[in-house]
């Protein structure tokens, strides 16, 4: 069978295009937590390959003969919650069931089947894991993957009966536990049944350091499609990847999946042809269609913007309008273990499919709502006519806004949101969006790209249009003396010929009348129409 793109589960080199798991890893640091015996953390978000990393490390260990490896998801004890029996019961029997998998041993189900009524939930894995480690002849390593899948009590009772065998190790207990999932361990917030609330931290103050597994880096994007190149032939044009790169930033379920729209799917099904070469205008087009797809990993990304810490954090990105001092600083480093967002240079959105989705996303329901039809705003040219459609916007705005904006979970953000659905509702199907914004910026960027010709699509006569939207604090000769340079800056950089600065008034004690006005203003050599709101 031809190798392909995997996006699901874990990948494998019989089956898949990947990179080497080990090489994703540090090894050398790993080595020597092994060798000290420690217990530690492997933490990242979703879809990033970690389970493909954790098995391949479990193998690599298994073949060097110094330690009996063992790979377990423990995400079924999840369904238990706070029945602390049925969880570690859960726990434990896939451990057992992992033994049987990977190590072809069947000692763990033979001794559970034996021994489970004699231990209680307080101590059935503590005594599974003695046993175990008591009758290996190499060292026990142990990863526990999804650990963070648990709940309350039950992932309590998981964490303190390791935590009980640690001084026994490495005789009658395993030598390293290595607790896998999303967040650091020390980011769990866990209510007991009692309303108490517990850190994974004092749970689990063992831990020697939690390492987080990283993106793919630009370079092994590369290398990855070109695996496809080496297999079949088919070319990727060279000006793909500096796109690749910055719409996924290496986050590997993207970066297969991209792959895979492109090589695989049906609804591009001229591409099957190995002989045909992939343009970046091909892959542009696989982009869209995957963030419209809603796929799997997008919408289980957009589901944690209902969480309040990730609202706080996502929020005050949407407006723009807030500083790196009014967001928490745990819930930044939350926000990021998710892969929602990164910290370095700057706190901003992880990636462009990110930064277009979550917007997306949280005006779906505008969006799927909105009766306006695109024909309505066709010049017989077909060309998108911008006043028209910015005019029946104000008027929309003027009649609507205040019930729209009231149904955003990121009311924050809703004039914002409110226009990108209107926006996306006539664009959807024919043209593009893009968007730009983030901390401090105090204004978000839209361009739309409109292909004229219908049947040549983006590979004929395209029309640019650039928006700028801002709110307005203070006067408005202040936010048109900053609005109308950023305006043409922008329009520059995108080669857009057609230009339009938003300005949205939410002080309520001004009447439509006033707030509902536009004007044409010039900027150097540029014509920019001023829109208020």
Not at 70 to 85: F, K
Not at 139 to 150: K, M, Q, R, T, Y
Not at 431 to 447: A, F, M, P, Q, V
Not at 473 to 482: N, R
Request: aromatic letters at 10%; one cysteine or more; a negative charge.
């Amino acid at each position: 069978m031809p190798l392909f793109f995997n996006r699901a589960g874990p990948s494998r080199a019989d089956k898949h295009y990947l990179i080497a798991p080990l090489q994703r890893m540090d090894m050398t640091h790993i080595r020597m937590l092994l060798e000290e015996e420690n217990y530690f953390v492997l933490h990242a978000p979703r879809q990033t390959g970690k389970t493909t990393c954790l098995l391949a490390l479990m193998d690599y260990l298994n073949q060097q003969g110094h330690y009996q490896a063992l790979y377990a998801n423990i995400e079924n004890a999840q369904a238990a919650r706070e029945h602390v029996q049925r969880g570690i019961d859960a726990v434990a029997d896939a451990i057992a069931a992992s033994a049987e998998v990977y190590l072809q041993d069947a000692f763990l189900s033979e001794w559970l089947a034996a021994h489970r009524q004699k231990y209680g939930a307080e101590s059935l894995l503590r005594q599974l894991l003695q046993v175990w480690s008591m009758q290996s002849e190499q060292p026990v390593v142990l990863f526990l993957d999804e650990i963070d899948a648990l709940v309350g009590d039950t992932l309590i009772a998981v964490l303190r009966q390791i935590r009980g065998g640690y001084a026994q190790r490495p005789a009658a207990f395993p030598s390293s536990i290595v607790l896998c999932g999303v967040r650091d361990v020390r980011d769990y917030r866990i209510h007991t049944r009692d309303k108490e609330i517990i850190t994974g931290g004092s749970a689990f103050n063992i831990k020697a350091t939690a390492l987080r597994l990283g993106n793919l880096s630009e370079s092994e994007i590369q290398a990855l499609w070109q695996q496809h190149t080496t297999a079949t032939g088919q070319i990727f044009d060279p000006a793909i990847y500096p796109e690749l790169w910055a719409d996924t930033r290496g986050q590997p379920w993207l970066v297969n999946a991209l792959g895979y729209q492109l090589t695989r799917a049906p609804d591009m099904r001229r591409l099957w042809d190995r002989s045909v070469t992939i343009t970046l205008e091909d892959y542009r087009t696989a982009r869209e269609k995957l963030i419209q797809s809603r796929a799997t990993h997008l919408d289980q990304l957009t589901d944690k913007l209902k969480e309040p810490r990730v609202h706080q954090v996502i929020a005050t990105l949407l407006a723009g309008t807030g500083k790196p001092a009014d967001i928490p600083t745990d819930d930044a480093q939350y926000v990021a273990d998710l892969g929602l967002i990164t910290l370095q240079p700057d706190i901003c959105i992880a990636n462009r499919i990110y930064q277009e989705t979550i917007p997306r996303e949280l005006s779906w329901t505008s969006q799927a709502t909105i009766t306006h039809q695109q024909h309505w705003y066709l010049t017989p040219e077909r060309r998108l006519d911008m006043p028209r459609l910015l005019s029946a916007f104000q008027q929309f705005f003027r009649e609507h806004s205040d019930a729209w904006i009231q149904q955003f979970e990121y009311k924050e953000a809703g004039p914002q949101l409110l226009l990108q659905a209107f926006l996306q509702r006539i664009v959807n199907g024919g043209g593009r969006i893009s968007r730009e914004y983030g901390l401090g910026r105090k204004r978000t960027d839209l361009y739309i790209e409109w292909p004229v010709d219908e049947q040549a699509g983006f590979h004929g006569e395209i029309q640019r249009i650039v928006l700028e939207l801002k709110i307005r604090y203070g006067s408005l000769e202040t936010t048109l003396a900053d609005g109308l340079p950023q305006t043409a800056d922008y329009a520059a950089r995108c080669g857009a010929d057609d230009r339009h600065l938003l300005i949205f008034d939410r002080r309520t004690e001004v009447s439509w009348d006033d707030k509902i006005w536009h004007q044409i203003k010039h900027q150097g050599r540029r014509t920019i129409t001023v829109w208020g709101l």
